[in-house]
């Protein structure tokens, strides 16, 4: 089972950009797919973006063309890149190891971090 730890959360105006990171344990790494979920007070966690072992993505389209996910197979991270943040971008952001090497559809796997806390206001 993979570890993750998820990094770079905080407090944004709208408007601005984060990078999320999630560190990753275990040589297992390359070869899964990787995603990003989020989860806002009082909703279910849903799902941003993913991507494949190959680098290629998929994201909702609540975040298409705002948000980046990239992976560094050597340092076993992947990350989240976001720009033009919304208010309603706030959550609880959370990586997962994906169950296959694909991202599209993106399956979640059992492993999961602990999350990081993005807040967008003014």
């Known amino acids: 089972q993979v570890q993750l730890v998820e990094s770079g959360g905080g407090v944004v105006q709208p408007g601005g950009s984060l990078r999320l990171s999630c560190a990753a344990t275990g040589s297992i790494f390359s070869i899964y797919a990787m995603g990003w979920y989020r989860q806002a007070p009082g909703k279910q966690r849903s799902f941003v973006a993913a991507?494949?072992?190959?680098?290629?993505?998929n994201y909702a389209d609540s975040v298409k063309g705002r948000f980046t996910i990239s992976r560094d197979n050597a340092k076993n991270t992947v990350y989240l890149r976001m720009n033009s943040l919304r208010t309603e971008d706030t959550a609880v952001y959370y990586c997962a190891a994906g169950r296959y090497r694909t991202a599209a559809p993106f399956l979640p796997s059992n492993s999961w971090g602990q999350g990081t806390q993005v807040t967008v206001s003014s």
């Open positions: 991507i494949n072992t190959g680098g290629g993505t």
